[in-house]
């Protein structure tokens, strides 16, 4: 018997207010510790996809109208974004959304909210350190004087402190530069490795995502374009697709 796998998409189909149709009948599934990229031009719907699967959809207006959302064979259509949350699904949402005037520090802390086992927790703040060496130098200080980079590091390391199985990631690399951005992926790829913590990253850097990534999809106008294993994207009409942000029928 085959085990279900950690997540599954089944013809899923979003609408913002009641009619504006964003996703069009989607189906990916994600595996245990597997690295996915969600790529895709500006309103192609990715950030909707993150948003469907750990359930903030509703809070921004919008609905999934027909299919299915399953978590390790559980239906989690019903459930709120903070059960997701104690399931181990975790949303690093875009633009990082960090608490400003609480330190670096406070803020991993925050990432653990719905944890009792306070030794864990503590060790693994040491274990986010390790992961951030730039974080454990800043710890002490207020969110709000980190560098861009730096900010999108607390945030992935705040959602790391929930101890998920997945974490979702929105456009990690936005506004940061080029070798910020691959710290970013640096560290997203040591979590994976050491953490066994599967992603599901919506990126524009077709470039970053694709150096980490085990599995592709590519969004068009709310409709899977192109689902592949990095490893079988072989042709170079593909792959250049993709870089300009669409993929080939
Ligand atoms: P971007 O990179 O620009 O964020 P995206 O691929 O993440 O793009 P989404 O933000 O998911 O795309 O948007 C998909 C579609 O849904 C777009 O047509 C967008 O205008 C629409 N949309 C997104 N959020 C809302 C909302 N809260 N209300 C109404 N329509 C929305």
């Known amino acids: 018997m085959t085990s279900a796998p950690l997540l599954k998409l089944d013809d899923v189909e979003v609408v913002y207010q009641g009619n504006l149709l964003a996703l069009r009948g ?3 599934d994600l595996a245990e510790r597997g690295i ?10 990715k950030s909707t996809t993150l948003k469907t699967i750990s359930r903030l959809l509703a809070a921004e207006g919008g609905a999934v109208r027909r299919g299915s959302l399953h978590l390790r064979g559980a239906d989690i259509s019903r459930l709120t974004a903070a059960d997701l949350v104690r399931r181990g699904v975790v949303h690093v949402l875009e633009g990082r959304r960090l608490f400003r005037h609480l330190t670096v520090e406070e803020n991993l802390r925050m990432g653990a909210f719905s944890r009792s086992d306070t030794a864990a927790v503590r060790a693994d703040l040491e274990a986010a350190f390790t992961l951030f060496p730039r974080l454990r130098e800043r710890r002490g200080m207020k969110a709000g004087y ?3 980079g730096e900010q999108q590091m607390a ?3 705040r959602g790391f402190m929930a101890r998920p199985s997945l974490m979702l990631i929105d456009e990690p690399t936005m506004g940061l530069a080029p070798g ?14 050491t953490e066994r913590v599967a992603f599901l990253i919506a990126e524009q850097n077709t470039a970053l995502a694709l150096s980490v990534a085990d599995r592709v999809h590519v969004l068009e106008s709310g ?5 592949r294993k990095v490893a079988d994207l072989c ?12 993929a080939l029928q």
Do not use: C, H, P, W
């Not at 996915?36 to 719907?45: D, H, I, R």
């Not at 910020?180 to 490795?193: H, P, T, Y």
């Not at 409709?223 to 689902?227: H, I, P, Y």
């Open 26 to 28: 989607i189906s990916f």
């Open 36 to 45: 996915t990229a969600l790529l895709g031009a500006n309103g192609a719907g």
């Open 146 to 148: 980190l560098s861009g």
């Open 155 to 157: 945030a992935i390391a």
């Open 180 to 193: 910020i951005a691959q710290e970013v992926f640096a560290a997203i790829r040591d979590i994976n490795a």
């Open 223 to 227: 409709k899977l374009a192109l689902s």
């Open 235 to 246: 042709s170079q009409e593909e792959i250049q697709a993709l870089y300009l942000g669409r």
